[in-house]
C-alpha cells in the first residue's frame, strides 16, 4: 500500500535560517508528489508538485523541492523563512491506480515552528 | 476568483442528530473529494466523485454518505454523528489526476 512519511513531528528555525522538511514515500510507479500548507483552522494550500520532468520544482512563496527517486525523497527547502511560514506542512502521494483519480495519501504533518 | 467553497465553516449538531455539510465549487472540475482531518492529524479520504461516478474509500464508516447532484455542488451527510465525527472536514476538487484544491473546511463538533 502506498505510505508517505514525515519523520519530524515538529521543526523549530530560527528566522532567517534555512529549513528542510523530509517526505519519505512509498509507491509502486512513478508517483505525484505534492506539499501542502495548513495555516490553524484553515483548508491546505498548494505549495508545489511534481509530476515528471526537471526534479526540482519550484513553488510559491519561496519553496522549493527535490524529487530523489533513488532515495523515494520529496523533501522541502527554503533557504531563509519568515515568521509567517508557522504552519502545518503536509507532503501527499496520489493514490491514482490506474483509474481516473484516487485521492491523495497525506503525511502526518510536520509542524514548523519560527523563533524571533 | 475561481473556489472551492465549504458552508458552514462551524457546525454544532446534536448526538444522533442528522447533519448535513455542503461543498461547492467554481473551478469546473470533474473530481470531488470529502476529507475527514481529525485534531491534529492528516486528512484521510472518506470518498470522492468523478464526475458522476461515487468512489467510496474501504473503510469509511456507512454513517456517511455523500451526494453530488451536479458538477458544482457535492454534499457530506451524517446519519448518526457520534462524539468521534468531530473534526475538520474538507472539501477538494481536481481536474482529473492533478492536484487537489481545497475549501477551508467545516469544523463539527458533536454534542
Known amino acids: 500500500a502506498q505510505s508517505v512519511t514525515q519523520p519530524d513531528i515538529h521543526i523549530t528555525v530560527s528566522e532567517g535560517a534555512s529549513l528542510e522538511l523530509r517526505c519519505n514515500y512509498s509507491y509502486g510507479a512513478t508517483p505525484y508528489l505534492f506539499w501542502y500548507v495548513q495555516s490553524p483552522g484553515q483548508g491546505l494550500q498548494l505549495l508545489l508538485k511534481y509530476f515528471s520532468g526537471d526534479t526540482l520544482v519550484q513553488g510559491i512563496k519561496g519553496f522549493e523541492a527535490e524529487f530523489k527517486r533513488s532515495q523515494s525523497s520529496f523533501n522541502l527547502r527554503k533557504p531563509s523563512v519568515h515568521w509567517s511560514d508557522a504552519a502545518e506542512y503536509f507532503c501527499a502521494v496520489d493514490l491514482y491506480s490506474g483509474g481516473g483519480a484516487d485521492g491523495l495519501t497525506f503525511g502526518k504533518g510536520t509542524h514548523l515552528i519560527i523563533q524571533p | 476568483d475561481a473556489m472551492v467553497i465549504q458552508n458552514p465553516r462551524y457546525q454544532v449538531t446534536q448526538f444522533g442528530k442528522p447533519v448535513t455539510l455542503s461543498c461547492s465549487q467554481t473551478?469546473?472540475?470533474?473530481?470531488m473529494y470529502w476529507y475527514q482531518q481529525k485534531s491534529s492529524q492528516a486528512p484521510k479520504l472518506l470518498f470522492h466523485y468523478y464526475d458522476k461516478d461515487f468512489n467510496n474509500e474501504a473503510d469509511t464508516p456507512d454513517n456517511f454518505q455523500s451526494r453530488r447532484p451536479n458538477t458544482s455542488f457535492c454534499f457530506l451527510d451524517i446519519r448518526s454523528p457520534g462524539l468521534g465525527d468531530a473534526a475538520m472536514y474538507l472539501c477538494?476538487?481536481?481536474?482529473?489526476?492533478?492536484?487537489?484544491?481545497f475549501g477551508s473546511g467545516t469544523r463539527l463538533t458533536v454534542v
Open positions: 473551478l469546473n472540475h470533474n473530481v
Open positions: 477538494a476538487t481536481s481536474r482529473d489526476r492533478g492536484e487537489h484544491t
